[in-house]
């Protein structure tokens, strides 16, 4: 969040109120523990599909901790534990069973910092689909690729130095490449975790119209520290505070009448 607003933003200008969309992803009693560390309290939520639900807080609340259990990201962390249930179409993700490469197939992630691989930018799209062969053919890899990239705003910038290194593009390219590489991967579900912090307001503002665009194919969950992103973009918003959910529901709802005193004094400034 850049600054304290001393007004609860009106997201009446941006993001349009949220369909009536299914369920995609149902949290239940969901506890996050770092060795002795609790760091996520009993969290439960219905995250819609083809919707951007924003999850906002201030640092350390347990946002990004949430996010990373949707793709079970922290089973890479030593020590970590999560229990409750986490079900993505009828299926328990935490079940011992689940196939967390095939799971994270599913599940496209977008980081804070652009992290292209040091490989061509066409490389870097077809990777994914490949190694987990996606694609029957050459000429159906280089359709994905294509069509990634036109999704994610970006084919028209470099349709004509596809064979150059990622890494030399800008870095608000370079983050849409990263999207990109996401739609390639995933059928169903995208994280980003605040994908915009490293970039300047102009890429930030192409990004955001990416997301807005996405959400009609996609489940978009979005940690985001700022506001008026979360009240642009998002039609859902969920508020976490020292490890718990405080409250969740439409975002014009959650920014205009919160039902939590904590969400009002954050969402104005006033903590966090």
Do not use: W
């Amino acid at each position: 969040m850049s600054g304290h607003e001393e007004t609860i933003l009106d997201p009446s200008a941006g993001a349009t109120a949220p369909p009536q969309n299914a369920s995609k992803v149902r949290a239940r009693h969901v506890n996050m523990f770092y060795g002795e560390k609790h760091a996520l309290q009993d969290v439960s939520i219905d995250i819609r599909d083809r919707a951007v639900t924003a999850l906002i807080g201030p640092s350390g609340c347990g946002k990004t901790t949430f996010l990373r259990c949707l793709n079970r990201m922290n089973d890479t962390i030593p020590f970590a534990r999560v229990t409750g249930e986490i079900v993505i179409d009828d299926e328990n993700i935490n079940d011992p069973a689940t196939d967390v490469v095939q799971l994270r197939a599913r599940i496209g992630m977008v980081f804070q910092k652009p992290n292209p691989f040091p490989k061509s930018i066409f490389e870097n799209v077809a990777y994914g689909p490949r190694i987990h062969g996606l694609t029957r053919s050459k000429d159906e890899l280089e359709e994905l690729v294509l069509t990634s990239l036109r999704r994610a705003g970006l084919l028209d910038e470099v349709k004509d130095r596809l064979g150059d290194l990622a890494t030399g593009i800008s870095g608000g390219q370079q983050q849409r490449l990263c999207i990109a590489r996401a739609i390639a991967l995933s059928r169903e579900i995208i994280l980003m975790d605040e994908p915009c912090s490293a970039l300047d307001p102009i890429a930030t503002s192409k990004i955001e119209e990416l997301i807005d665009e996405l959400r009609e194919r996609y489940a978009i969950v979005i940690v985001t520290h700022s506001m008026q992103q979360a009240a642009r973009i998002s039609q859902r918003a969920a508020h976490f505070h020292l490890g718990a959910l405080v409250e969740e529901g439409e975002t014009s709802q959650i920014f205009t009448a919160p039902r939590d005193r904590r969400t009002q004094d954050y969402i104005t400034g006033r903590f966090g």
